[in-house]
C-alpha cells in the first residue's frame, strides 16, 4: 500500500508552494514529490515543496526549511516560502514565538510575525541578510561583461543590468522608459538568460521597470520553476539593484505578478522584506 502524505498548499503573493511537515511525515525522494506534485492539472500545482521541521538545536535556530523547485532541483532558499512558513508554525500552532529563527541553505534568517485581531499571522518580515555582489561561484562576471549577453539584453529592452545574489543568484534587468513589461516574451528571454554560461549555477532573472519613485514593477523568470506570481529574493535583489543605480532610496515597494513586497536595506548592510503570507487549502497524496 503506497504512502499517503498530509500536505498544506500556501502562497506569498501569488509565489505557491505545498509545505509538509517533515517531524510527521518522511518524504524520502523530495525532488521527486517536488516534480510530480507540481504539475498543474496532473498533480497538486505548485511553484515547488517546501520541507518543514525542527532545527538541531546546535544551530541557534528554531525549525529548518528544504525547498525544491518544480523541476526537481534544490534552491538554497525563498524569501515567500519563509514568511509562509512563519505564518504555518504559528497558527497551527507549532510555536508561540512571534521572532522565529529559519535555519536554509543560504544561513539563518529570522521572522518577525505580525498579527491582525483574530491573533493569525497577517504579514511576516524576514531579515534576508545582506546582499553580495561579487560572487565567483554563481557569476561569470567577464563573460557578461564582455558584451557575450548583449544581444539577448538587447532584445529585451535592457537599459542596464545587475547581478545581485541573496543567497541565491538573481540578474535585474532594467528596462528601458517606454519598453512593454506586461508583455515582454519573459518564457523566451528569461529562459535563455537562466542557463547562460556566464551563471555558472543558473540563475534566477528579473525584469525591472521604475514606476514612480519609490515603486518598481517587477516580474519574474525563476531559476527552475518558469515565470512565477512573486519571488522574495528576487524583489530583494531588485530593490538593491534599484538602490545601487541610484533609481530608488534603500526602501521601496516592488511590485510583482501577485502582490506588492516591501524591501529595506537597512543602514546594517541587511536587507529586511516585509510581505503577506496565506493559506490556500489541505489535503492527501500519494507519495510518488
Same mark, same amino acid.
Request: net charge negative; glycine share 10%.
Given at each position: 500500500?503506497?504512502?499517503?502524505?498530509?500536505?498544506?498548499?500556501?502562497?506569498?503573493?501569488?509565489?505557491?508552494?505545498?509545505?509538509?511537515?517533515?517531524?510527521?511525515?518522511?518524504?524520502?525522494?523530495?525532488?521527486?514529490?517536488?516534480?510530480?506534485?507540481?504539475?498543474?492539472?496532473?498533480?497538486?500545482?505548485?511553484?515547488?515543496?517546501?520541507?518543514?521541521?525542527?532545527?538541531?538545536?546546535?544551530?541557534?535556530?528554531?525549525?529548518?526549511?528544504?525547498?525544491?523547485?518544480?523541476?526537481?532541483?534544490?534552491?538554497?532558499?525563498?524569501?515567500?516560502?519563509?514568511?509562509?512558513?512563519?505564518?504555518?508554525?504559528?497558527?497551527?500552532?507549532?510555536?508561540?514565538?512571534?521572532?522565529?529563527?529559519?535555519?536554509?541553505?543560504?544561513?539563518?534568517?529570522?521572522?518577525?510575525?505580525?498579527?491582525?485581531?483574530?491573533?493569525?499571522?497577517?504579514?511576516?518580515?524576514?531579515?534576508?541578510?545582506?546582499?553580495?555582489?561579487?560572487?565567483?561561484?554563481?557569476?561569470?562576471?567577464?563573460?557578461?561583461?564582455?558584451?557575450?549577453?548583449?544581444?539577448?539584453?538587447?532584445?529585451?529592452?535592457?537599459?542596464?543590468?545587475?547581478?545581485?545574489?541573496?543567497?541565491?543568484?538573481?540578474?535585474?534587468?532594467?528596462?528601458?522608459?517606454?519598453?512593454?513589461?506586461?508583455?515582454?516574451?519573459?518564457?523566451?528571454?528569461?529562459?535563455?538568460?537562466?542557463?547562460?554560461?556566464?551563471?555558472?549555477?543558473?540563475?534566477?532573472?528579473?525584469?525591472?521597470?521604475?514606476?514612480?519613485?519609490?515603486?518598481?514593477?517587477? /516580474?519574474?523568470?525563476? &531559476?527552475? +520553476?518558469? #515565470?512565477? =506570481?512573486?519571488? !522574495? $529574493?528576487?524583489?530583494?535583489?531588485?530593490?538593491?539593484?534599484?538602490?545601487?543605480? /541610484?533609481?530608488?532610496? &534603500?526602501? +521601496?515597494? #516592488?511590485? =510583482?505578478?501577485? !502582490? $506588492?513586497?516591501?524591501?529595506?536595506?537597512?543602514?546594517?548592510?541587511?536587507?529586511?522584506?516585509?510581505?503577506?503570507?496565506?493559506?490556500?487549502?489541505?489535503?492527501?497524496?500519494?507519495?510518488?
Amino acid at each position: 500500500m503506497r504512502k499517503v502524505i498530509h500536505f498544506t498548499k500556501m502562497h506569498g503573493a501569488g509565489n505557491d508552494y505545498i509545505y509538509v511537515d517533515t517531524d510527521r511525515y518522511d518524504i524520502p525522494d523530495p525532488s521527486a514529490a517536488a516534480v510530480a506534485w507540481s504539475r498543474y492539472h496532473f498533480g497538486i500545482g505548485s511553484d515547488g515543496l517546501v520541507l518543514i521541521a525542527r532545527a538541531d538545536g546546535d544551530t541557534g535556530a528554531d525549525f529548518s526549511m528544504r525547498i525544491f523547485n518544480a523541476d526537481g532541483s534544490e534552491a538554497m532558499m525563498c524569501g515567500n516560502a519563509s514568511r509562509c512558513i512563519g505564518k504555518y508554525l504559528y497558527d497551527k500552532g507549532l510555536t508561540d514565538k512571534r521572532r522565529i529563527r529559519l535555519k536554509t541553505l543560504s544561513g539563518v534568517k529570522t521572522l518577525e510575525l505580525h498579527l491582525d485581531s483574530m491573533d493569525s499571522v497577517e504579514s511576516v518580515t524576514v531579515d534576508m541578510l545582506e546582499p553580495l555582489f561579487d560572487v565567483d561561484a554563481l557569476y561569470n562576471k567577464v563573460r557578461a561583461e564582455d558584451g557575450h549577453l548583449a544581444p539577448v539584453l538587447r532584445e529585451a529592452g535592457c537599459e542596464e543590468a545587475v547581478f545581485v545574489s541573496m543567497g541565491n543568484p538573481h540578474f535585474v534587468v532594467f528596462l528601458q522608459p517606454g519598453t512593454d513589461l506586461e508583455n515582454l516574451d519573459i518564457t523566451n528571454i528569461g529562459s535563455r538568460l537562466e542557463r547562460d554560461d556566464s551563471f555558472p549555477q543558473r540563475c534566477n532573472i528579473e525584469f525591472a521597470q521604475l514606476r514612480r519613485p519609490g515603486v518598481i514593477r517587477a /516580474r519574474v523568470w525563476e &531559476r527552475g +520553476s518558469g #515565470i512565477t =506570481m512573486a519571488c !522574495g $529574493t528576487g524583489a530583494c535583489a531588485t530593490a538593491v539593484a534599484a538602490a545601487q543605480t /541610484r533609481r530608488c532610496p &534603500r526602501r +521601496s515597494d #516592488i511590485v =510583482m505578478d501577485g !502582490g $506588492t513586497l516591501s524591501i529595506d536595506w537597512r543602514l546594517d548592510n541587511h536587507v529586511y522584506m516585509t510581505g503577506p503570507a496565506a493559506f490556500a487549502f489541505e489535503g492527501e497524496v500519494e507519495l510518488p
